[in-house]
């Protein structure tokens, strides 16, 4: 546990176009998980130790201003990081902005980190509809990624919600009461839905998709668009 405390941060992507919205950024995948999704497929990210330090990754970000825009906390989970407050002060005084890919467990870690305008966008994963939640997590966290959607939408922050669709796992259905719950909560932006993407090595040993999934039987109470589909 000591090695993880001291080296929570799995690796760096150093560049990205695609995953924080009209920035060049760098991706930081910070370690462990408080969730099990079968479909997920960083299992090394969520279950091994780290590689670099917080001062290895700011010794990069040093080296990147002026080229890059934006940092992207990605995991795992990165929320759980228990210094995650410390880290984006100081990535935000490197002059760069962040981005948070959360799965909405911890609303009271994102509120406190809007309320210090700490983060600039937010990607809530909005893994299930309530009845199978704890069927593809592995979690009880659904209550508070409803909590997390509630103050995102309060706070006027710039944020998306997307779900990634295994078809056998989550169908039509499914996805059309998320589509309740996001209209319900007064969510404005796009509902990005994301095809699961198959590798060998997943936490749920899941193979390819069986099922078909028919975009058309899903209603349109908010605009969705489609990744990877």
Request: aromatic share 10%; net charge neutral; hydrophobic share 40%.
């Amino acid at each position: 546990m000591k090695n993880a405390a001291n080296r929570p941060i799995y690796d760096i992507t150093p560049f990205t176009t695609l995953d924080f919205p009209n920035h060049l950024s760098c991706i930081v995948w910070l370690c462990g998980c408080n969730m099990r999704c079968a479909y997920c497929y960083n299992a090394d990210i969520v279950l091994q130790n780290g590689n670099k330090t917080i001062d290895e990754l700011l010794e990069f970000l040093q080296k990147r201003a002026g080229l890059l825009d934006g940092v992207v906390l990605s995991g795992g989970e990165c929320t759980i990081f228990r210094d995650i407050t410390i880290i984006c002060k100081k990535i935000k005084e490197l002059g760069f902005k962040v981005k948070v890919d959360t799965n909405g467990s911890k609303p009271e870690v994102l509120d406190s980190l809007i309320k210090q305008n700490l983060i600039d966008y937010v990607a809530l994963d909005f893994k299930a509809p309530k009845r199978v939640f704890k069927e593809i997590t592995n979690s009880l966290f659904y209550e508070k990624t409803i909590t997390s959607l509630m103050l995102l939408v309060k706070s006027g922050l710039n944020f998306e919600v997307r779900t990634t669709i295994h078809s056998d796992l989550l169908n039509e259905k499914a996805i059309n009461e998320i589509v309740d719950i996001l209209y319900l909560n007064n969510y404005k932006g796009i509902y990005y839905l994301q095809n699961y993407l198959h590798l060998e090595k997943n936490l749920g040993n899941l193979t390819e998709q069986t099922k078909p999934f028919d975009k058309n039987l899903l209603n349109n109470k908010i605009p969705i668009e489609f990744r990877n589909f």
